[in-house]
């Protein structure tokens, strides 16, 4: 389940969203659309797996230097890589349809782009409380992203709030002065002080690490800011199902699109056939997919990959 937090980044609804469209195999074909079901891979098994190990680095060192958590990409660390804790699984879209470092990079021996209804997408996405959000490229618009949406403060007023150290300086080396100084009460009350704001700095804390390993998802290089990536986010503490990855099992989540997966079918899919030998007999045999009101087309990109 998604934390009691505000994600203002993250939207419900595909409403305000532009057409997006998902790259992938015959098999994801077949499996999202007689199967009825988005696949949504845990966030350490995507293509790129250092991607998260990146964007949970970056995040840890801009909350080290500018607000003085030394221990973020620890925690991050940990809590993102247990497997039956709340766990992080990503769906990805782009704004671009027939991209060609798209076809390259998800498609490598053939395969398609699809695009699904959007009030379908809303509709699951509300059902199964999943959200959608855009990734972020630029890094100065991802480190005001950790400053207004992740830790929610600015570093100064953390710093102010959170500051933990002596409960005062000596007052000096009068009589008078010592004799204060040996008064337990008032050191009591400023040692009670102390502990109250280092309980306050660690549950917030933990609250900037829970929403840092849930918006990191978002954080991509600036080098493929071409693919305009979207990315629909579960947060569930289920255990996921397993598929064959291409050199080891990968955790991912069934979601169903439609709510019931024997009456209800998918509609308004379009579907680009990606570069290949035979495109037309393959967007023949799409023809047959049990889609209401298809598009089914074939990809412009000159592009030999066979």
């Not at 995507?46 to 620890?74: C, P, Q, R, T, W």
């Amino acid at each position: 389940m998604w934390p009691n937090f505000s994600f203002p980044l993250f939207f419900d609804s595909t409403q305000e969203v532009p057409p997006l469209y998902h790259y992938t195999s015959q098999a994801g074909l077949l499996g999202m659309v007689q199967g009825k079901h988005l696949w949504l891979t845990h966030i350490h098994y995507m293509n790129d797996s250092s991607e998260y190990d990146d964007a949970i680095e970056f995040i840890s060192k801009v909350l080290k230097e500018d607000y003085g958590i030394e221990d973020a990409e620890h925690q991050l660390t940990y809590e993102t890589q247990e497997l039956d804790k709340g766990n992080v699984y990503s769906f990805s879209l782009s704004e671009e349809e027939d991209l060609l470092s798209q076809w390259r990079g998800y498609t490598p021996n053939g395969g398609y782009c699809l695009s699904f209804d959007s009030a379908q997408l809303t509709q699951m996405m509300q059902s199964q409380g999943l959200r959608i959000g855009k990734c972020l490229y630029d890094e100065k618009e991802k480190r005001d992203v950790i400053h207004k949406h992740i830790a929610g403060i600015p570093p100064e007023q953390y710093k102010s709030s959170y500051h933990i150290g002596p409960s005062r300086e000596p007052r000096g080396d009068t009589p008078e002065e010592k004799a204060l100084d040996a008064i337990n009460i008032e050191r009591e009350v400023e040692l009670s002080s102390q502990h109250k704001r280092e309980r306050d700095k660690y549950d917030y804390n933990m609250e900037i690490f829970e929403r840092a390993r849930i918006y990191a998802p978002l954080f991509k290089h600036e080098k493929f800011s071409e693919e305009k990536e979207w990315r629909i986010i579960a947060v569930k503490r289920e255990l996921p199902e397993l598929r064959e990855g291409k050199s080891f099992l990968v955790p991912y989540l069934k979601i169903p699109i439609v709510e019931d997966l024997k009456k209800d079918a998918l509609h308004k899919v379009k579907i680009i056939v990606g570069p290949g030998p035979h495109m037309e007999l393959a967007r023949r045999a799409c023809e047959l997919l049990d889609i209401l009101s298809k598009d089914i087309t074939i990809s412009k990109i000159p592009f030999r990959n066979w």
